[in-house]
Protein backbone atom coordinates (compact mmCIF):
# COMPACT_ATOMS: atom_id res chain seq x y z
CA UNK A 1 0.00 0.00 0.00
CA UNK A 2 0.82 3.57 -0.25
CA UNK A 3 1.60 4.29 3.83
CA UNK A 4 1.90 1.92 6.47
CA UNK A 5 -2.01 1.00 8.16
CA UNK A 6 -2.90 -0.14 11.30
CA UNK A 7 -5.93 -1.75 12.62
CA UNK A 8 -7.80 -1.07 14.55
CA UNK A 9 -7.43 2.39 15.23
CA UNK A 10 -9.09 2.18 18.55
CA UNK A 11 -9.73 -0.71 20.76
CA UNK A 12 -11.51 -0.82 24.13
CA UNK A 13 -11.24 -4.05 25.88
CA UNK A 14 -12.15 -5.37 29.29
CA UNK A 15 -9.19 -6.64 31.73
CA UNK A 16 -8.34 -10.25 31.09
CA UNK A 17 -9.26 -10.75 27.12
CA UNK A 18 -6.94 -11.26 24.34
CA UNK A 19 -6.43 -8.55 21.40
CA UNK A 20 -4.77 -8.73 18.45
CA UNK A 21 -3.35 -5.42 16.65
CA UNK A 22 -2.44 -5.76 12.69
CA UNK A 23 -0.17 -4.01 10.65
CA UNK A 24 0.63 -3.66 6.90
CA UNK A 25 3.80 -2.41 6.32
CA UNK A 26 4.64 -0.42 2.76
CA UNK A 27 5.16 -2.87 0.48
CA UNK A 28 8.39 -4.00 -0.64
CA UNK A 29 9.66 -3.17 2.81
CA UNK A 30 11.42 -5.80 4.45
CA UNK A 31 11.80 -4.83 8.08
CA UNK A 32 8.78 -4.05 10.29
CA UNK A 33 9.19 -2.85 14.14
CA UNK A 34 6.25 -2.55 16.84
CA UNK A 35 6.74 0.18 19.99
CA UNK A 36 4.50 1.37 22.11
CA UNK A 37 4.18 5.09 23.51
CA UNK A 38 2.53 5.83 26.43
CA UNK A 39 1.10 9.08 27.10
CA UNK A 40 3.51 11.67 27.33
CA UNK A 41 6.26 9.49 26.26
CA UNK A 42 8.22 8.63 23.12
CA UNK A 43 7.65 5.22 21.34
CA UNK A 44 9.30 2.14 23.47
CA UNK A 45 10.89 -0.74 21.11
CA UNK A 46 9.36 -3.84 21.26
CA UNK A 47 10.25 -6.10 18.54
CA UNK A 48 11.32 -6.09 15.21
CA UNK A 49 11.20 -8.43 11.94
CA UNK A 50 13.36 -8.84 9.05
CA UNK A 51 11.29 -10.77 6.76
CA UNK A 52 9.01 -13.24 8.66
CA UNK A 53 11.89 -13.56 11.03
CA UNK A 54 11.63 -12.04 14.11
CA UNK A 55 15.36 -10.35 15.21
CA UNK A 56 14.67 -8.93 18.53
CA UNK A 57 12.27 -9.76 20.73
CA UNK A 58 14.04 -7.90 23.93
CA UNK A 59 11.37 -4.89 24.16
CA UNK A 60 8.04 -7.01 24.07
CA UNK A 61 7.67 -6.44 28.30
CA UNK A 62 6.03 -9.94 29.60
CA UNK A 63 5.37 -13.71 27.58
CA UNK A 64 1.83 -12.18 27.46
CA UNK A 65 2.74 -10.28 23.97
CA UNK A 66 4.26 -11.88 21.07
CA UNK A 67 4.53 -10.91 16.92
CA UNK A 68 4.08 -12.89 14.47
CA UNK A 69 4.96 -12.12 10.47
CA UNK A 70 4.12 -14.83 9.23
CA UNK A 71 4.88 -14.51 5.18
CA UNK A 72 7.40 -11.29 5.96
CA UNK A 73 4.54 -8.70 4.68
CA UNK A 74 1.49 -8.17 7.65
CA UNK A 75 2.27 -8.53 11.39
CA UNK A 76 0.48 -9.12 14.63
CA UNK A 77 0.86 -8.18 17.78
CA UNK A 78 -0.73 -10.21 20.09
CA UNK A 79 -1.73 -9.04 24.00
CA UNK A 80 -3.19 -12.17 26.20
CA UNK A 81 -5.10 -11.50 29.07
CA UNK A 82 -4.21 -7.67 29.19
CA UNK A 83 -4.18 -5.89 31.74
CA UNK A 84 -5.32 -1.76 32.62
CA UNK A 85 -1.02 -1.06 32.27
CA UNK A 86 -1.32 -2.47 29.11
CA UNK A 87 -2.99 0.39 27.79
CA UNK A 88 -0.84 2.44 25.30
CA UNK A 89 -0.71 3.67 21.63
CA UNK A 90 1.18 0.46 19.89
CA UNK A 91 2.92 2.12 16.75
CA UNK A 92 4.17 -0.03 13.82
CA UNK A 93 6.72 0.91 11.61
CA UNK A 94 8.64 -0.20 8.38
CA UNK A 95 11.57 0.28 6.35
CA UNK A 96 13.28 -0.92 3.35
CA UNK A 97 15.59 -3.02 4.85
CA UNK A 98 17.29 -2.87 7.61
CA UNK A 99 20.76 -1.68 6.09
CA UNK A 100 19.50 0.96 3.96
CA UNK A 101 16.93 1.92 6.45
CA UNK A 102 17.55 2.70 10.05
CA UNK A 103 20.82 2.19 10.09
CA UNK A 104 21.93 4.51 7.62
CA UNK A 105 19.02 7.00 7.03
CA UNK A 106 16.49 6.42 10.45
CA UNK A 107 14.01 6.24 7.58
CA UNK A 108 11.26 4.79 9.19
CA UNK A 109 8.10 4.90 8.05
CA UNK A 110 5.34 5.11 10.89
CA UNK A 111 1.59 4.03 10.91
CA UNK A 112 -0.74 6.04 12.83
CA UNK A 113 -0.77 3.46 15.34
CA UNK A 114 -3.23 1.56 17.26
CA UNK A 115 -4.77 2.90 20.74
CA UNK A 116 -5.42 0.27 22.90
CA UNK A 117 -7.56 0.92 26.35
CA UNK A 118 -8.00 -1.94 28.69
CA UNK A 119 -10.79 -1.01 31.67
CA UNK B 1 24.59 1.99 26.93
CA UNK B 2 22.67 5.31 25.09
CA UNK B 3 20.26 7.52 25.61
CA UNK B 4 18.22 11.25 24.95
CA UNK B 5 16.91 13.68 26.48
CA UNK B 6 14.91 16.35 25.24
CA UNK B 7 15.43 18.98 27.81
CA UNK B 8 12.12 20.45 27.67
CA UNK B 9 8.63 18.74 27.40
CA UNK B 10 6.75 21.97 26.08
CA UNK B 11 7.86 24.81 24.38
CA UNK B 12 5.89 27.65 23.36
CA UNK B 13 6.95 30.66 20.48
CA UNK B 14 4.70 33.32 18.67
CA UNK B 15 4.74 32.54 15.29
CA UNK B 16 7.52 34.26 13.19
CA UNK B 17 10.08 33.71 15.67
CA UNK B 18 12.64 31.41 16.15
CA UNK B 19 12.46 27.68 17.66
CA UNK B 20 14.84 25.77 19.59
CA UNK B 21 13.90 22.31 20.67
CA UNK B 22 17.06 20.98 22.77
CA UNK B 23 17.70 17.01 23.03
CA UNK B 24 20.89 15.70 24.34
CA UNK B 25 22.61 12.51 24.12
CA UNK B 26 24.73 9.87 25.75
CA UNK B 27 26.14 6.73 23.62
CA UNK B 28 29.15 4.62 24.09
CA UNK B 29 30.06 4.96 20.04
CA UNK B 30 29.37 7.33 17.26
CA UNK B 31 25.36 7.73 17.01
CA UNK B 32 22.96 8.23 14.30
CA UNK B 33 20.47 10.95 15.48
CA UNK B 34 17.21 11.66 14.24
CA UNK B 35 14.29 14.45 14.41
CA UNK B 36 10.71 13.00 14.03
CA UNK B 37 7.75 15.06 14.02
CA UNK B 38 4.19 14.03 14.99
CA UNK B 39 1.05 15.92 14.05
CA UNK B 40 -1.91 15.37 16.14
CA UNK B 41 -3.61 12.00 14.96
CA UNK B 42 -1.16 11.18 12.63
CA UNK B 43 1.99 8.81 12.10
CA UNK B 44 5.84 9.80 12.98
CA UNK B 45 7.66 12.09 10.69
CA UNK B 46 11.48 11.86 9.77
CA UNK B 47 12.25 15.78 9.52
CA UNK B 48 16.32 15.14 9.20
CA UNK B 49 19.04 12.94 10.02
CA UNK B 50 22.38 13.44 11.46
CA UNK B 51 24.77 9.95 9.97
CA UNK B 52 28.12 11.15 10.30
CA UNK B 53 28.30 13.30 7.80
CA UNK B 54 28.07 17.19 7.89
CA UNK B 55 27.43 18.45 11.21
CA UNK B 56 24.79 20.94 10.12
CA UNK B 57 21.95 19.00 9.01
CA UNK B 58 19.07 20.61 7.02
CA UNK B 59 15.42 19.09 7.08
CA UNK B 60 12.03 19.44 5.55
CA UNK B 61 9.96 22.58 6.80
CA UNK B 62 12.86 24.77 7.22
CA UNK B 63 13.95 22.66 10.07
CA UNK B 64 17.95 22.01 11.04
CA UNK B 65 19.80 20.62 13.75
CA UNK B 66 23.23 20.59 14.45
CA UNK B 67 25.37 17.65 15.48
CA UNK B 68 27.99 18.88 18.25
CA UNK B 69 29.77 16.09 19.98
CA UNK B 70 31.73 18.04 22.62
CA UNK B 71 28.37 19.16 23.94
CA UNK B 72 26.72 15.66 23.03
CA UNK B 73 23.73 17.82 21.79
CA UNK B 74 21.61 18.26 18.90
CA UNK B 75 19.46 21.15 18.84
CA UNK B 76 17.05 21.35 16.10
CA UNK B 77 15.86 24.92 15.25
CA UNK B 78 14.16 26.70 12.93
CA UNK B 79 14.44 30.59 11.96
CA UNK B 80 10.93 31.68 11.94
CA UNK B 81 7.99 29.71 13.00
CA UNK B 82 4.91 28.39 11.37
CA UNK B 83 1.80 27.63 12.53
CA UNK B 84 2.10 24.70 11.20
CA UNK B 85 4.80 23.49 13.44
CA UNK B 86 2.63 22.77 16.24
CA UNK B 87 3.21 19.73 16.59
CA UNK B 88 5.04 16.69 19.35
CA UNK B 89 9.22 16.55 18.26
CA UNK B 90 10.90 13.62 19.22
CA UNK B 91 14.66 13.22 19.31
CA UNK B 92 16.30 9.93 18.12
CA UNK B 93 19.45 7.93 18.61
CA UNK B 94 20.53 4.76 17.44
CA UNK B 95 23.35 2.54 17.88
CA UNK B 96 24.97 2.14 14.20
CA UNK B 97 24.76 -2.22 13.64
CA UNK B 98 21.52 -2.81 15.73
CA UNK B 99 18.32 -2.05 14.37
CA UNK B 100 17.04 -2.56 17.65
CA UNK B 101 18.73 0.11 19.67
CA UNK B 102 17.01 3.16 18.44
CA UNK B 103 15.85 5.21 21.12
CA UNK B 104 13.32 8.01 21.54
CA UNK B 105 13.05 11.12 23.95
CA UNK B 106 9.93 11.66 25.86
CA UNK B 107 9.08 14.27 23.22
CA UNK B 108 9.04 17.93 23.10
CA UNK B 109 5.67 19.52 22.29
CA UNK B 110 5.62 22.92 20.69
CA UNK B 111 3.03 25.05 20.42
CA UNK B 112 2.59 28.30 17.90
CA UNK B 113 1.00 31.36 19.13
CA UNK B 114 -0.55 33.51 16.65
Known amino acids: GAGVSQSPRYKVTKRGQDVALRCDPI?????LYWYRQALGQGPEFLTY????????KSGLPNDRFSAERPEGSISTLTIQRTEQRDSAMYRCASSLNEIAGVQNTGELFFGEGSRLTVL | AQSVTQLDSHVSVSEGTPVLLRCNYS??????LFWYVQHPNKGLQLLLK??????LVKGINGFEAEFKKSETSFHLTKPSAHMSDAAEYFCVVALRGSASKIIFGSGTRLSIRP
Open chain 1, 27 to 31: SGHVS
Open chain 2, 50 to 55: YTSAAT
Open chain 2, 27 to 32: SSYSPS
Open chain 1, 49 to 56: FNYEAQQD
